[in-house]
């Protein structure tokens, strides 16, 4: 069975850092390029970040660019996003999310949320 | 970017009738269209990818249609465990985006 489990959101204030983490399992972990999606409360989805299979080619959403950093540990089946920089409008549930071959994000994990307030 | 629209954004239908949901796109992004299902207090679901094609063990009840710029999720013999939010997401081009939801409520 396919699973993804993100961890490490929290509070932190303006200005703060986090580095969130989705442990995968129930996959070859290395043969699947990934993605982080984030959720603002009450809002709709919006892709954050991409990374392919070996980690040397990342993408990311103008919002975020220059403030997170995405990487993966293939030996150990885990994806990370470090985040910089917090704002009040990165609030929002962080999803870790599986891309197929074709692009379409065909597993998410359960996401883990980030408030960033004073 | 590609700004993907759908409607309406709400849509009230009665358990057992059919709901047709929309999702337009801004350029054509010829069948790289997936729907996703949100329910309450979940992670989002991908139901139907390359604009018609149904996950494994997705209900036939959940058809979708379209290319290019026009796209159309149908869910006939509604159940009350369809109730819940739709997506669109297009992956055809960089950045990837997605609709901004339409709610599928009870009426």
Not at chain 1, 2 to 26: H, K
Not at chain 1, 43 to 60: A, F, M, N, Q, R
Not at chain 1, 101 to 106: Q, S, Y
Request: proline residues 4%.
């Amino acid at each position: 069975e396919v699973q993804l489990v993100e961890s490490g959101g929290g509070l932190v204030q303006p200005g703060g850092s986090l580095g969130l983490s989705c442990a995968v399992s129930g996959f070859t972990f290395r043969s699947f390029e990934m993605n982080w999606v984030r959720q603002a409360p009450g809002k709709g989805l919006e892709w954050v970040s991409h990374i392919d299979t070996g980690g040397s080619s990342t993408h990311y959403a103008d919002s975020v660019k220059g403030r997170f950093a995405v990487s993966r540990d293939n030996a150990n089946d885990s994806l990370f996003l470090q985040i910089n920089s917090l704002r009040a409008e990165d609030t929002a549930v962080y999803y870790c999310v599986r891309g197929d071959t074709g692009g379409r994000f065909d597993y998410w994990g359960q996401g883990t949320p980030v408030t960033v307030s004073s | 970017e590609i700004v993907m629209t759908q409607s309406p954004a709400t849509l009230s239908v009665s358990p057992g009738d059919r709901a047709t949901l929309s999702c337009r796109a801004s350029q054509s992004v010829g069948t790289k269209l997936a729907w996703l299902q949100q329910k309450r207090g979940q992670a989002p679901r991908l139901l139907i990818f390359g604009a018609s094609i149904r996950t494994a063990g997705l209900p036939g009840r959940f058809s979708g249609s379209g290319s290019g710029t026009e796209f159309t999720l149908t869910i006939t013999n509604l159940q009350s465990e369809d109730f819940a939010v739709y997506y669109c997401h297009q992956y055809s081009n960089w950045p990837d985006t997605f609709g901004q939801g339409t709610k599928l409520e009870i009426k």
